[in-house]
Protein backbone atom coordinates (compact mmCIF):
# COMPACT_ATOMS: atom_id res chain seq x y z
CA UNK A 1 0.00 0.00 0.00
CA UNK A 2 0.80 3.38 -0.55
CA UNK A 3 2.02 5.54 2.36
CA UNK A 4 -2.11 6.53 3.81
CA UNK A 5 -3.41 7.00 7.02
CA UNK A 6 -6.95 5.80 8.86
CA UNK A 7 -8.55 8.80 10.65
CA UNK A 8 -10.83 6.96 12.17
CA UNK A 9 -9.33 3.48 12.96
CA UNK A 10 -6.18 2.01 15.03
CA UNK A 11 -4.39 -0.58 12.95
CA UNK A 12 -2.72 -3.66 13.48
CA UNK A 13 -0.56 -6.28 11.39
CA UNK A 14 0.78 -9.47 12.34
CA UNK A 15 3.46 -10.61 9.79
CA UNK A 16 3.57 -14.13 8.62
CA UNK A 17 5.60 -13.83 5.64
CA UNK A 18 7.92 -12.10 3.40
CA UNK A 19 9.60 -8.82 3.70
CA UNK A 20 9.04 -4.97 3.06
CA UNK A 21 10.83 -1.56 3.11
CA UNK A 22 9.41 0.77 5.57
CA UNK A 23 8.54 4.58 4.64
CA UNK A 24 11.83 5.03 7.11
CA UNK A 25 14.02 2.96 4.36
CA UNK A 26 14.20 -0.02 6.74
CA UNK A 27 13.91 -4.21 5.60
CA UNK A 28 12.08 -6.26 7.86
CA UNK A 29 11.49 -9.65 7.96
CA UNK A 30 7.94 -10.15 8.13
CA UNK A 31 7.90 -13.63 10.00
CA UNK A 32 6.24 -13.61 13.33
CA UNK A 33 6.31 -9.79 13.22
CA UNK A 34 3.43 -6.74 14.78
CA UNK A 35 3.05 -3.89 14.30
CA UNK A 36 0.14 -1.37 15.38
CA UNK A 37 -0.53 2.15 14.06
CA UNK A 38 -2.36 4.56 15.90
CA UNK A 39 -5.60 6.38 13.81
CA UNK A 40 -4.34 9.55 12.14
CA UNK A 41 -0.66 8.04 11.88
CA UNK A 42 0.71 7.63 8.21
CA UNK A 43 1.21 4.02 7.69
CA UNK A 44 2.49 2.04 4.59
CA UNK A 45 4.79 -0.03 2.68
CA UNK A 46 7.45 1.42 0.54
CA UNK A 47 8.16 -1.53 -1.53
CA UNK A 48 7.51 -5.24 -1.21
CA UNK A 49 11.28 -7.16 -1.35
CA UNK A 50 9.74 -10.59 -1.34
CA UNK A 51 5.89 -11.89 -1.36
CA UNK A 52 4.17 -10.61 1.85
CA UNK A 53 1.58 -12.64 4.42
CA UNK A 54 0.11 -9.28 6.21
CA UNK A 55 -2.95 -10.34 8.33
CA UNK A 56 -4.44 -6.63 9.04
CA UNK A 57 -7.12 -5.72 11.77
CA UNK A 58 -8.79 -2.25 12.68
CA UNK A 59 -10.74 -1.18 15.63
CA UNK A 60 -13.35 0.80 13.16
CA UNK A 61 -13.97 1.98 9.71
CA UNK A 62 -10.53 1.12 7.77
CA UNK A 63 -11.42 4.38 5.32
CA UNK A 64 -8.17 5.62 4.20
CA UNK A 65 -6.68 8.49 2.74
CA UNK A 66 -3.60 9.27 0.78
CA UNK A 67 -1.28 11.33 2.55
CA UNK A 68 -0.04 14.45 1.07
CA UNK A 69 2.47 13.31 -1.99
CA UNK A 70 5.02 16.08 -0.27
CA UNK A 71 5.19 14.07 3.02
CA UNK A 72 5.03 10.85 0.99
CA UNK A 73 9.01 9.53 1.12
CA UNK A 74 8.55 6.38 -1.32
CA UNK A 75 7.80 8.60 -4.25
Not at 6 to 19: D, Q, V, Y
Not at 30 to 45: A, L, Y
Not at 59 to 68: E, H, N, T, W
Request: proline share 9%.
Amino acid sequence: EPVHIHPHANEWGFGLAGELETVEGRRIVMQNTFSFVPKGERSGVCRVTKELLILLYWDGPPIKVSAPEANNPCT
